[in-house]
């Protein structure tokens, strides 16, 4: 599975949730899957099981934390068709768009 979360403390009072989400980004770390952060979530790669285990397991560490409540954005993409390396899915997508850019590109010359 190649999935996409945001993660959002609510209730806490604060306006930055930097704090907690470093707290997942170590969950994350220790899940030995592939994910990357970026500035509004964090792009996650493996099977189904595991993904949404770890994003369980961040729900839980943020509790923890005194979040009272949180709301995550979820986008999950799977496919059937072929066999994704762990750690390609995303590098894949971002990899064929740009080939694609390059090419119409060198057509315009």
Not at 40 to 50: F, H, I, K
Not at 52 to 76: F, L, M, N, W, Y
Request: proline residues 5%; glycine residues 12%; charged residues 25%.
């Amino acid at each position: 599975s190649l999935l996409d979360f945001c993660l959002i403390p609510m209730g806490t009072g604060e306006p930055s949730v930097a704090e907690h989400i470093a707290k997942c980004q170590t969950i994350l770390e220790n899940s030995g899957l592939k994910f990357e952060m970026h500035g509004y979530g964090t792009n996650l790669e493996g099977p189904w099981s595991e993904v949404s285990k770890v994003i369980h397991e961040c729900h839980a560490a943020v509790h923890a934390q005194g979040v009272p409540r949180i709301a995550t954005d979820i986008r999950i993409g799977t496919r059937t068709d072929r066999q994704i390396a762990p750690g390609e899915g995303n590098k894949g997508k971002v990899r064929r768009v740009y080939e694609i850019l390059a090419r119409d590109k060198g057509g315009d010359q």
